[in-house]
């Protein structure tokens, strides 16, 4: 029943992650009957975003120009690194209003089941990024999920004979939680690591 | 952090039905880093769909050409018209492979609290449409929703002057089904309409 242009859409609009069979074929409904003008600005956003959006060549990060606007920023102290996954980790970094170095996006992780190694990653770019002689010490940001550790730990073994310390932000229970609410695995670690 | 034109995709892809500020974010990201060619992909379909797409001038849906390939079907029987929500209802019942009429596509359904009258489904075309002397009959297979039974009322009405039957698709326990789990008005009703 579908005209060939729609189906291209629905198939294109499959691709997104986490968008399925049915949910494409809703939105291409949509967008082609009630959200026209959102069509032509998602169409046109995709068109800018591939021509111009571009990696850092400090950081990694998205940027649109050679060196992102936060490595280019004299306020920053440039003796701090703090290496995360994604632009969205980042981001939630900067949120908190607490953190004055610079960083470095890895743009994933490792996570050998999706055959992402560590060639994947930006390893050898993070070695080059921390061998400028000024950066001294390395905040491994990444996640605290089974890949996020597992990438922790190849960071902190490939930069062993730097002379970089490395360190991880700390382990343990959240702010606001109640213990009763709190993972086995957390409050031992918690525990160990009481200051 | 991020660059305005990744901000400028972001903001764009939240456009779509069911994705939320997190969830573009994470396609944004997902497609400048691992599928630029999917991204372009997606660009050119909405392009070509938003340039190619209009609707039949006889059923409503969606086509490339000014009337689609089932309205132009000699093998289809013209004196029965089935009027569906949406191309998706339409080629549920066409999976059937029990119906060899014409249908009628509203393109949407009554649906009051989200500002969707009378007016902004395909009401009027309906009416031109069984104004032709050959349909007979109008199966009304609008969804078995609230709004779906609103719709299908103002079209019975609307028809009721006309010299065509119209009838709906019956209600009543779908196949498959164990009584114990069939809702309670379902029951009720295929008592009332049993044969």
């Known amino acids: 029943m579908a005209a ?3 189906e291209a859409l629905i198939d294109a609009l499959h691709l997104l992650p986490g968008v399925g069979q049915k949910s ?8 082609l009957q009630h959200d026209r003008v959102g069509a032509q600005t998602l169409a046109d956003a995709l068109d800018t975003a591939l021509h111009d959006v571009r990696h850092c060549e400090r950081c990694h990060t998205f940027t649109e120009a050679p ?8 306020e920053r102290d440039p003796k701090l690194l703090c290496v995360v996954e994604t632009p969205a980790d980042q981001a939630a970094m900067e949120r908190t209003g607490s953190y004055k170095g610079l960083y470095f996006v890895l ?15 930006g390893l050898q770019a ?3 990024r921390t061998a400028d002689g000024v950066v001294d010490e390395v905040i491994v940001a990444t ?16 930069l062993k004979s730097r002379e970089v310390r490395v360190t991880r932000l700390a ?5 606001g939680s109640e213990l009763e609410h709190v993972d086995l695995g957390t409050i031992a670690h918690a525990l160990v690591a009481r200051r």
């Open 4 to 6: 060939s242009a729609l």
């Open 24 to 31: 494409a074929q809703r939105m291409a409904f949509h967008l």
């Open 67 to 74: 060196v992102c606007s936060t490595c280019l920023d004299p």
């Open 107 to 121: 743009m994933g992780r490792l996570s050998p089941l999706d055959g992402i190694g560590v060639s994947d990653i």
């Open 126 to 128: 993070l070695m080059d």
């Open 143 to 158: 996640n605290f999920t089974a890949e996020g550790e597992a990438t922790s730990h190849v960071i902190a073994e490939a």
């Open 171 to 175: 382990r343990g229970v959240p702010i």
